[in-house]
C-alpha cells in the first residue's frame, strides 16, 4: 500500500513538471494565459519561444462588460500561468481566481505600479498598464516567475527582460519629442474616460479633466461649460476617448461636446496590441496629431464643408501612419 501511495504522488508531481520539462529534444512550453491581450503580449516578449500566449477578453470588447464563456475556462485550466490585471478591481479577473483556486496567478499587487488620482478616484486603475513604468513592473514579474518556472533558462529571460526595458525607454523618449515637436504639451487634452489617462501623462500633455470621473459619475453641467469656455479660449485642444467607448453616455457627452465647439475627439486603443511600444507610439502619435484638424459643423453649412474635412481627417491620419511607421523603424535599429 505504501509503494502505490508513494507511487502516485511521484505521478502527480511528474504530471505538473511535464508542461515545464521538455521531452528530449524538444523546446520547453510554458502555456501563459491572461485577462488582456496586453499582458500576454509582455509576456511573450519575456518568454519568447518558450511561452504560448493566449488571453481571454476579445479585442474591442470592455474588461468591465465581459462575461467569462465555458470556452474561456477550459483556456484557463489549461494554463501554466494566468496574468490578471487586477482582481480587487475588476470583477472578471476576481470570477477567475474563485473558478481556479488551486492557479498559478500573477496580479497587480506582483507589478507594484504607480497609480495617480484622477477624477473622484483617488488611485486611478484604469489603463494603468500603459504608463511604461507600470509595464516594465509587469514584465519584471512575469521574468521573475518564468525563472522560477523554468530556471535553466534564467540568462535567456533576464536577456530578453533588458531588451524589452531599453526598447521601452527609447520609446518614452521617442513619446516626448512626438508631444514636444507637435505642440501639445502647450495645451491641454480633456479625457473621456479614466483608461487613457496614462497614455497621456506618459506623453507629459496636461490633462483639464475627465468626463466619467467615477463609477456613474460625470461632470456637471457648470464642469462642462468651463471645458466649452477653455476650448474656445485655444487652451483645449483635444478630446480623447478609447477604443469601444463610442456609444457610452461619457462618449456621447464628447461626441455633443466636439460637435459644438469644434474640437476633436480622439480615440486611442487601451486594451490590444500585439507589440506594446508599437502601441504607445500609435497613441501617441494619434493624440499629439489631434490639435492640426478641427471640424466645425452644423447642419446648415452644406455637405461641401462635410467632405473637406472628411479629407482633412484622412490626410492627417495618413501622416499619423506613416510617422508612426517612421519612429517604429527607428526605434527598431
Known sequence: MKSITVTVIAL????????????????????????LEIFATIAKDIGGQYVDTDYIVPQGMDIHSYSLTYDDILKLNSADLV???????????????????????LDMDDYNPTLMPLGNF??????????????????KAVKNKLIIMLPSEKSYFENRYASFLSELNRTVDIMHEIAYNSGITEKKVLLVVPGVFYVVKAMNVSVAGVILKGPEQFVSSSELSEFKSEIQRGEICAII????????????????????TGVR?????????????????????????????????????????????????????????????????????
Open 265 to 333: 475627439v480622439v480615440y486611442i486603443d487601451i486594451f490590444s496590441a500585439d507589440n506594446y511600444t508599437a502601441l504607445l507610439l500609435k497613441d501617441a502619435v494619434d493624440i499629439a496629431g489631434s490639435q492640426n484638424t478641427y471640424v466645425y459643423w452644423n447642419g446648415d453649412s452644406g455637405y461641401a464643408v462635410y467632405y473637406i474635412a472628411m479629407a482633412a481627417l484622412s490626410a492627417v491620419a495618413a501622416i499619423s501612419i506613416y510617422t508612426a511607421w517612421r519612429y517604429r523603424r527607428e526605434l527598431l535599429k
Open 241 to 260: 476617448n478609447a477604443e469601444g467607448m463610442e456609444n457610452t453616455k461619457a462618449g456621447e457627452i464628447a461626441t455633443e461636446l466636439s460637435a459644438e
Open 122 to 139: 483617488d488611485k486611478n486603475i484604469h489603463g494603468y498598464w500603459l504608463y511604461p513604468e507600470n509595464a516594465m513592473g509587469i514584465a
Open 12 to 35: 502527480v508531481l511528474l504530471s505538473a513538471l511535464w508542461a515545464v520539462v521538455p521531452v528530449s529534444g524538444e523546446t520547453p512550453q510554458i502555456k501563459i494565459v491572461s485577462t
Open 83 to 105: 496574468i490578471l490585471a487586477s482582481s480587487e478591481f475588476f470583477s472578471i479577473d476576481a470570477q477567475i481566481k474563485e473558478k481556479l483556486p488551486a492557479g498559478n496567478f
